[in-house]
């Protein structure tokens, strides 16, 4: 099994971008979907992004989509989340998740804390 170690979160203003990386160990990656989430404070968790094992497919949810990219570098073992136009909303910690489907997703990293000021 995998573990995630996400990195890249920082503070950024309103308008600007960040790209988010989830770093596995292991050396089955390649056989996971990859997600990503995020969780605001006082908020549950939400579903960001997912894609699949090879990177073919991919979802966002509607807050995001057009704003946000997620892939994959199955070489390097590596998700990203490239984030532009991010909005003060989108502050959360941000989750890199694995799964045997992009609907099953079981493991979880640390999380990285996205603060976007306005």
């Known amino acids: 099994q995998v573990q995630l170690v996400e990195s890249g979160g920082g503070l950024v203003q309103a308008g600007g971008s960040l790209r988010l990386s989830c770093a596995a160990s292991?050396?089955?990656?390649?056989?996971?979907?990859m997600g990503w989430f995020r969780q605001a404070p006082g908020k549950e968790r939400e579903f960001v992004a997912t894609?699949?094992?090879?990177?073919?497919?991919?979802r966002y949810a509607d807050s995001v989509k057009g704003r946000f990219t997620i892939s994959r570098d199955n070489a390097k073992k590596t998700v990203y989340l490239q984030m532009s136009s991010l909005k003060s909303e989108d502050t959360a910690v941000y989750y890199c998740?694995?799964?045997?489907?992009?609907?099953?997703?079981?493991?979880w990293g640390q999380g990285t804390q996205v603060t976007v000021s306005s």
């Open positions: 998740a694995a799964g045997p489907t992009v609907a099953i997703m079981n493991l």
């Open positions: 292991g050396s089955t990656f390649s056989s996971y979907a």
């Open positions: 894609i699949t094992q090879t990177g073919a497919g991919t």
